[in-house]
């Protein structure tokens, strides 16, 4: 007779379908190796092609953590064509799991909870806003109080440095490279460290290994938010960063249209297939209104960042607003929270940075604990 426990679990898998297959998960094959221990610890291995939807490894984690008598719940993703993904659950404030992608040769994640909460900001396309939103966020939670840390991996398009009004050499001291400090935020930025003009015509190898370099040979210190400003889409970098350390999330910054919302949804899907938790949707550049007479024009669309929110199932963070200014700021080295902070950019901003604090609630990772 079977456990019932077990046989809740299997129950649960069956009530999960692939719309792609037309299959529940157990009819689909797609479910392997499962085992049920009688404190409740639920392993198996997942079989998820690229075409299969990436939601279906969280919508199966939720079901199964949701019964009763099931105290955990490890997922084993493997692509059936030979790429796998350690699946493990969301990061919490008492274990971390191992990212991994497929990629052959990476190093395991370093183990660094003095960089505390690790926050990567991405976009799916170029021209979003994404540096803005980094560098903004970064120096808001640090006038709250924060120790925040900013590492630049766009290594192809670094713009950290003109932001922060920052184009010093770094120093090196005991073997260590000392980030720069503007605004209470540290930097790091492979601006830092080549010519402003020089083109950066590198492949994936390389790109690792600075980003390697950029988390192990840099002092940080002891670190409340590392924020990673991350190039847009789906790359090396992003593939390197979760290889090289414990992600507890993403925030993906949008601009409201269609095209953008799509390549968007891309880059969330990027991040469930590495088992990243997107921590919520912020919608960038989403309308001008007047402060002469209060009209609101939507030169991009409207609606896109809450929309994708509501699909993906990630908290909807807050619209940015058009602003006059906000670029020459930017090119000045004077982030608009610093510059105007009581404007609608800056206020919106300053709320991101609130509730990214409240969702993460101030954690810390601690050690990932590597299953044997």
């Known amino acids: ?51 299969d939807p990436a939601t279906l490894v969280r919508e199966t984690r939720t079901a199964l953590k949701a019964i009763e008598g099931v105290s955990e719940v490890k997922i084993n993703v493997v692509d059936p064509a030979g790429a796998a993904t350690a699946s493990h659950g969301p990061p919490g ?21 003095a960089l505390g909460t690790v926050l990567a900001v991405s976009s799916g396309k170029g021209g979003v806003g994404k540096s803005t939103v980094a560098a903004n966020l970064a120096v808001a939670l640090a006038r709250d109080g924060k120790r925040v840390g900013l590492m630049d991996a766009d290594i ?106 799509g390549d968007a949804l891309r880059g969330v899907k990027m991040f469930e297939r590495v088992n990243v938790p997107v921590v919520g949707i912020i919608e960038n550049m989403s309308g001008y209104t007047d402060p ?31 602003q006059p200014g906000l670029a020459n700021h930017a090119d000045r080295g004077e982030p608009i929270v610093v510059a105007a902070p009581e404007s609608p950019a800056a206020r919106a901003l300053g709320g991101v940075a609130r509730q990214v604090a409240r969702l993460m609630g101030g954690r810390t990772l601690k050690l990932p604990i590597i299953n044997q």
């Open 1 to 51: 007779m079977p456990d019932p426990l077990e046989a809740r679990v299997a129950t649960a898998l069956s009530h999960i379908k692939n719309p792609r297959l037309d299959k529940d998960l157990l009819s689909a094959g797609m479910i392997r190796d499962l085992a049920v221990t009688p404190d409740g610890r639920v392993t198996f291995t997942f079989l998820l092609g690229r075409a």
């Open 93 to 113: 404030p008492t274990a971390a799991m191992p990212q991994s992608t497929g990629m052959p040769g990476p190093a395991p994640p370093i183990e660094s909870p």
């Open 156 to 261: 192809y398009g670094p713009n950290i440095p003109r932001m922060f009004g920052v184009y010093d050499k770094p120093l090196v001291a005991g073997g260590r490279i000392q980030p720069l400090e503007a605004h209470g935020v540290k930097l790091m930025s492979i601006g830092f460290l080549v010519d402003r003009d020089a083109a950066a015509i590198w492949r994936g190898p390389i790109i690792m290994k600075v980003i390697q370099q950029f988390l192990r040979d840099v002092e940080w210190g002891e670190l409340d938010y590392f924020i990673v400003d991350l190039p847009p889409g789906t790359g090396d970098a992003q593939l390197s960063l979760v290889q090289s350390v414990q992600v507890a999330g993403a925030l993906i910054v949008t601009t409201p249209q269609e095209m953008a919302v």
């Open 292 to 322: 002469e007479t209060g009209r609101r024009t939507e030169f991009f669309s409207s609606g896109g960042g809450s929309r994708l929110a509501g699909e993906v199932g990630a908290p909807f963070l807050g619209e940015i607003p058009l």
